[in-house]
């Protein structure tokens, strides 16, 4: 059965479909291709599992492929320029498409190639992780890491259609299925409790890869993100609030290295951080504290910062987040589970006690 949902932005607006065995829908994939120039990206990793199957679905057209090495310690300018070197060699034009066959750092890679190839070329998002499914893929978010920060070059650029098959799930690791559940928590936190109070119920069942319950998770978390992204695009508002956790949690992927720590378990442990600083402020009970950390270690996930990672290097990396105005740190707290703050400046004082603190004992 298929799902569809839709990401409202007038003209621009694209679905979102999410169901089992899609990628052998017949049509399915090519109605969303406008031009008969179509070059497929994919990883190491995926390549030999999907990609012939959807080059079979685009019959017809000129087909290309490219094939990249796997790892968040790929997602850099080096990566993006062999995409655009394939584009050039194979003489793509300003009428032609890609297809992001893959994990968040293909999607992003293959998105902010779309959005940068001749000034804006179609592109298409298959994601085959479910963090990709839940997150990544929708939204327009596209770009690469750099030394000192993640993500910090990029741009946002929507996509053609995001067709999330869950059938791929069944090969995921389950480090990375626990990875994408650590996004999946994240709406529960920012704005969906009883969504959350339904993960804390049924996590077992996520764990263990039961059909019904991924797609559940995977149709509500994009149903939240797709209202979110059509009320904020651009991120000057409510959009922000799908950061939580990240500002700590891509300070650990830096500090330590990309790839040492899947993007999905170091949002994890900031969204820790991000609940310990919540109740150090104020803002959340300690009861909800202790409730979003065994709800995350329920699903296989770090919670606690790498000792590697101590305060200075921490607010080192911090500094350079993109949230941040005029050098002042600026986090998405919680208020409540389901209730997220908009972007805040914080205590000095009072963030280098939470980074000390919590997870040091």
Not at 39 to 62: A, I, S
Not at 152 to 162: D, E, L, S, T
Not at 200 to 222: G, S, W
Request: glycine share 10%; hydrophobic share 40%.
């Amino acid at each position: 059965m298929k799902q569809t949902l839709t990401v409202n932005l007038g003209d621009r607006s694209y679905p979102i479909y999410i169901g089992l065995d899609l990628f052998s829908q017949p049509g399915l994939i090519k109605s969303h291709v406008k031009s008969a120039q179509v070059m497929v990206v994919t990883n190491v990793t995926v390549g030999p599992l999907y990609l012939e199957r959807v080059v079979q679905q685009l019959g017809g057209l000129k087909v290309r492929t490219l094939v990249l090495p796997d790892g968040e310690q790929f997602k850099n300018l080096a990566t993006e320029e062999r995409i655009f070197d394939a584009l050039m060699e194979y003489r793509f034009g300003r009428n032609s498409t890609l297809i992001a066959l893959g994990g968040g750092v293909i999607g992003d890679l293959v998105g902010f190639a779309a959005a940068c190839f001749q000034r804006g070329i179609d592109y298409i998002q298959i994601p085959t992780t479910l963090l990709a499914q839940v997150d990544s893929s929708v939204g327009g978010k596209t770009g690469v890491n750099h030394p000192g920060g993640k993500n910090m070059i990029g741009a946002f650029y929507q996509p053609n259609c995001v067709i999330a098959d869950t059938s791929v799930l069944n090969t995921l690791e389950q480090r990375e299925l626990s990875a994408g559940i650590a996004e999946v928590v994240k709406y529960g936190l920012i704005r969906d409790r009883e969504f959350f109070d339904w993960l804390e119920k049924n996590m077992e069942l996520l764990l263990t890869r039961d059909p019904q319950a991924l797609a559940f998770a995977i149709h509500r978390c994009c149903l939240n993100k797709a209202r979110v992204v059509s009320e904020d695009e651009l991120e000057s508002g409510v959009r922000a609030t799908l950061n939580l956790g990240h500002t700590f949690g891509h300070a650990i992927e830096a500090g330590m290295g990309y790839g040492r720590y899947l993007h999905g378990e170091a949002v994890a442990i900031g969204m820790c951080q991000a609940a310990h600083l919540s109740y150090a402020t104020g803002r959340l009970e300690q009861a909800e504290v202790d409730r979003i950390i065994r709800l995350l270690q329920s699903a296989k996930l770090p919670v606690k910062p790498p000792a590697e990672m101590d305060a200075d290097r921490f607010l080192e990396i911090m500094t350079v987040d993109k949230k941040n105005i005029d050098g002042a740190i600026r986090l998405i707290l919680l208020d409540e589970i389901g209730t997220a703050t908009l972007p805040c400046g914080v205590d000095q004082p009072q963030l280098e006690a939470t980074l000390n603190d919590y997870g040091r004992s």
